[in-house]
């Protein structure tokens, strides 16, 4: 079976969803991020999976659901944390990140079968969710991240490689207030809706003042 990997940030203020500032407040945009984090992890607790792990540049919260192993994060960019990530799985292993709450258990039970590598294309040009069969760190490293053309970029690596590369759907990452808006009416019933529910509130009040 596979591995499941959520890399993710401890959802603290000034630390997380800095886009989100303005129109929210930095302890209401790391609300969000805690939702977000709770909705993926949710999701991850439920879809099938030899070894679920959260790869955490920070401290476990309450926000963690039993069932899920916690490890540090490397030092280094993004592209080194990943194929840190990756080195640790000795099988076939699907990382995603804490960007997309509208995940779901189906979207991450994946079959190797026939494919080598798994690509979740984001609409802002990056990925969602990156799998391989046989994890190799040196596919990641040196791969310009949080660029428009990082999925595009990464997908070729693979390709290169030899692998065969299945794509998942496209989804948006949260990264903006109008993307935060967007994901909610996605997933309408989870935790980052209800969040993003209360926080639209309270800012609203705000700038009425």
């Not at 805690?34 to 540049?57: G, K, N, Y």
């Not at 919260?61 to 990530?85: K, M, S, T």
């Not at 990641?140 to 290169?160: E, F, K, Y």
Request: some cysteine; proline content about 10%; overall charge positive.
């Amino acid at each position: 079976m596979t591995t499941l990997l959520v890399i993710a940030k401890e959802p603290r203020p000034g630390r997380v969803k800095t886009r989100l500032t303005p129109p929210f407040t930095p302890v209401q945009a790391a609300a969000l991020a805690e939702a977000a984090l709770a909705d993926t992890l949710r999701a991850v607790a439920a879809a099938p999976a030899r070894r679920r792990v959260l790869v955490l540049d920070g401290t476990p919260g309450p926000w963690l659901p039993p069932g899920i192993d916690v490890v540090p994060q490397c030092a280094g960019g993004l592209d080194e944390r990943l194929a840190d990530a990756f080195a640790g799985c000795a099988g076939p292993a699907l990382l995603i990140g804490m960007d997309t709450p509208q995940v779901t258990p189906e979207l991450l039970t994946v079959d190797f079968t026939g494919c080598d590598a798994y690509v979740g294309p984001a609409e802002d040009g990056g990925f969602w969710a990156l799998g391989m069969a046989r994890p190799d760190p040196a596919l990641l490293r040196g791969v310009p991240m949080s660029t428009p053309l990082t999925g595009a970029v990464q997908r070729a690596r693979l390709l290169a490689a030899g692998l065969r590369v299945r794509d998942l759907p496209r989804l948006r990452d949260v990264d903006t207030a109008a993307d935060a808006s967007a994901v909610a009416a996605l997933a309408p019933h989870g935790r980052f809706a209800a969040r993003l529910a209360a926080c639209t509130e309270v800012a609203g009040r705000r700038a009425g003042r």
